[in-house]
């Protein structure tokens, strides 16, 4: 396969995964809203947009730093990339406690503010996810 067939069949192949993410995105918000309502929607996305904000403090550079690190000693690759993994854990269970301490003490507009908080801790799993 020449390189212009190449890079059409994988420009093609961006195209289409992107506008699979797009309709399924739309279609689960659809679902959501219709289901959860506008106060639950908007409570769902706090929750997840919250987490989000959080989960910078999981990643802190390991991911670019383990790759330079790797590269510079190809040695030790398998130790650097296991000991980024770790890194990584614990910075992540470091995000989740952080995450869940704070949702008690921000303020918060809301008609269930408990309801929040419930969400918010269990989201929070996902940052290890993340």
Avoid: H
């Avoid at 420009?11 to 219709?34: D, E, H, M, P, R």
């Avoid at 309502?37 to 706090?46: A, E, L, Q």
């Avoid at 008690?104 to 918010?120: D, G, H, R």
């Amino acid at each position: 396969m020449n390189l212009s067939r190449l890079v059409a069949y994988n420009t093609l192949a961006q195209l289409l995964s992107k506008a699979i993410t797009v309709i399924f995105g739309i279609t689960t918000t659809a679902v959501l809203t219709n289901y959860l309502g506008s106060s639950g929607f908007g409570d769902y996305i706090f929750a997840l947009s919250y987490v989000a904000i959080f989960s910078g403090i999981a990643d802190w550079g390991t991911a670019l730093i383990s790759v330079r690190e790797a590269s510079r000693k190809e040695e030790n690759q398998d130790q650097i990339f296991v000991n980024a993994l770790f890194l990584r854990f614990i910075l992540s269970l470091l995000a989740m406690a952080i995450a869940i301490g704070v949702i008690f003490i921000l303020p918060m507009a809301t008609s269930n503010p408990k309801s929040l908080q419930q969400l918010v801790i269990f989201s929070s799993g996902l940052i290890v996810l993340l």
